[in-house]
């Protein structure tokens, strides 16, 4: 399995990643050996999920676990009573739970040489999953079964990461709380069974069921390399290198580090230099490597 799976033009995503949301339609039976409602029903009900795999999500933000948490395992009922309130449930690490989910994610990882992970996200009718928030990876969201609507506004920060505009850490600002509170979506996309929505990092969301069945949708988490990713993995190549050498590896005496500005000279230096002398195909091979390990 891999992204001709989910997609229409694997080539062309391989060759230039869409920067703006785009919709896939398949038949409403394409993706059930992944996983079913069924199968989420009995897992609930049986009482086999454990914490480290759920979060449950009401009124727009997650409950907090303490309260349903019994040794591991949430206590016995409480999901299907949350889920009978109107509460999502989020299926946390279904590429570590269901083998079938896990060699799509491998399959993934090794055709685009990117982070993988599949959450699944199994909402009542009537209910809301988060309220407006944005990802910093491009998500492909596989419905299963039911209907979801996806409200949409063009990003607020161009191209977050986990260490720049990450929504975890930075919210949103007075001015962009009134503007998505008075300002209708720009886009709008109801997912039907068997739809795949590939949207890109940073686009605004809060996704919320339609009709009268419950919606279950698995999101397919693609972490994106980038230029500043093979930037890191360049400089690791170089200060690996610099343990080679003895000037480098001497120490540095408490006196330098309070004044450090001859020592940062140095050190500019160096970088500067290894990277002119640097041969450009083992940098090239040292970061295939890491984008794509042996497996």
């Known amino acids: 399995m891999s992204l001709s799976l989910l997609l229409d033009d694997p080539a062309e995503i391989l060759t230039a990643l869409p920067t703006e949301p785009k919709l896939y339609q398949h038949g409403p039976e394409r993706f059930r050996p992944l996983l079913t409602r069924e199968e989420v029903d009995a897992m609930i009900d049986s009482g086999t999920l454990s914490m480290k795999n759920i979060v449950l999500l009401k009124d727009g933000t997650a409950v907090d676990p303490r309260i349903y948490d019994d040794h591991g395992m949430p ?3 409480y999901v299907r009573r949350h889920l009978n309130e109107a509460g999502t449930l989020s299926l946390r690490g279904l590429d570590r739970m269901r083998p079938v989910i ?9 055709q685009t040489g990117y982070q993988v992970h599949v959450n699944g996200y199994y909402t009542p009718a009537g209910g809301h ?3 407006y928030h944005y990802d910093r990876y491009v998500t492909l969201i596989v419905q299963i079964s039911g209907q979801k609507a996806w409200p949409l506004h063009p990003p607020f920060v161009e191209y977050p990461l986990a260490e720049y505009g990450n929504f975890t850490s930075r ?6 709380r009134h503007y998505l509170e008075f300002t ?7 997912l039907n069974p068997g739809d795949v929505f590939w949207l890109p990092r940073g686009y605004i969301h809060s996704p919320h069921t339609v009709g009268d069945e419950p919606s279950l949708h698995l999101t397919i988490a693609l972490h994106e390399r980038t230029g500043q990713w093979v930037a890191a993995e360049v400089a690791n190549q170089i200060l690996r290198q610099a ?3 003895p000037a480098m590896r001497a120490g540095l005496a408490p006196a330098v580090l309070g004044q450090p500005g001859d020592a940062v000279e140095e050190a500019r230096a160096y970088l500067v230099g290894a990277l002119a002398k640097a041969d450009l195909g083992e940098l090239t091979a040292a970061v295939r490597r890491a984008a794509f390990p042996p497996a």
């Open 75 to 77: 206590q016995a009922g």
């Open 184 to 190: 209708p979506p720009t886009q709008t996309y109801t």
């Open 243 to 245: 343990l080679s050498d």
């Open 102 to 110: 896990a060699d799509l994610a491998k399959s993934l990882a090794h």
């Open 129 to 131: 999953g988060l309220r």
């Open 171 to 176: 919210g949103f600002t007075d001015d962009e």
